[in-house]
């Protein structure tokens, strides 16, 4: 019975993993319609860089997590994220406008310049012997920060009374990603992967509700743009 007991547990523990990789996966493979967005029409528009650099960082440190856990349903969704975001980030500089290349690549160096600050910290800072639990804080503040990022959608949403600026289907699945994430790190025992998501759904269940408080007024001429947080369900 123990051994019966033990496998499925460990079949329903991968098949979660599985499930949420998917979902997440879907999730880090949406910049590529703004990339190809951005390809066609050789401009960036109003696109910032910031959201796909900060998904680089941030899966970047997930992979490099998941890598020290081994862990492969942590491994896999954040390596394509990397992936996708090297693609979007190479899009993007190689259509910006030639005036705002130099503020891109002050953008981007800064970028390195914290990953590299993280790196120092994380194998170099004493003591010594923990560099699994610091990238697993910095993974989790990293996350927490990126899922508290649309607040400035919700004010607009709220100010104009018009979810018109929420992607909808993103924050379905940004949620669903979430669950299966907090589920999966409530059976692996992991507080770094547990605690984020927990957060994360809250902000997506505040996105939903705002979404069936304000129905969408397609008279407002709205962009509705990647969320931040659908960047980041891990």
Do not use: H
């Not at 547990?194 to 069936?212: D, M, R, W």
């Amino acid at each position: 019975f123990d051994v019966c007991f033990t496998f499925c547990l460990t079949m329903g523990k991968d098949l979660i993993g599985l499930i949420a990789s998917a979902l997440t996966v879907g999730l880090f493979t949406s910049p590529l319609k703004i990339a190809q967005e951005i390809r066609l029409n050789k401009a960036t528009g109003a696109y910032s860089v910031l959201p796909y650099l900060a998904m680089m960082l941030n899966c970047t440190f997930w992979a490099l997590y998941g890598y020290n856990i081994g862990d492969k349903a942590v491994i896999i969704p954040n390596l394509i994220g990397i992936s996708v975001a090297l693609l979007t980030l190479s899009t993007f500089y190689n259509n910006v406008q030639e005036e705002q290349k130099k503020a891109v690549r002050r953008q981007f160096t800064t970028c390195g310049m914290l990953g590299s600050a993280f790196l120092v910290w994380i194998y170099l800072i004493p003591p010594w012997g923990n560099s699994t639990g610091r990238i697993g804080l910095l993974g989790a503040v990293l996350s927490i920060s990126m899922f508290a990022s649309p607040f400035a959608t919700i004010r607009q949403v709220i100010a104009e009374k018009n979810s018109a600026s929420l992607p909808l289907p993103m924050v379905i699945m940004s949620a669903l990603a979430t669950i299966f994430w907090a589920w999966y790190g409530q059976m692996i025992g992991d507080a770094f992967v547990l605690v984020p998501n927990i957060l994360g759904l809250v902000f997506s269940g505040v996105q939903l509700t705002l979404a069936g408080l304000y129905p969408r007024k397609t008279s407002t001429a709205v962009r509705a743009t990647t969320p931040w947080n659908a960047l980041n369900t891990l």
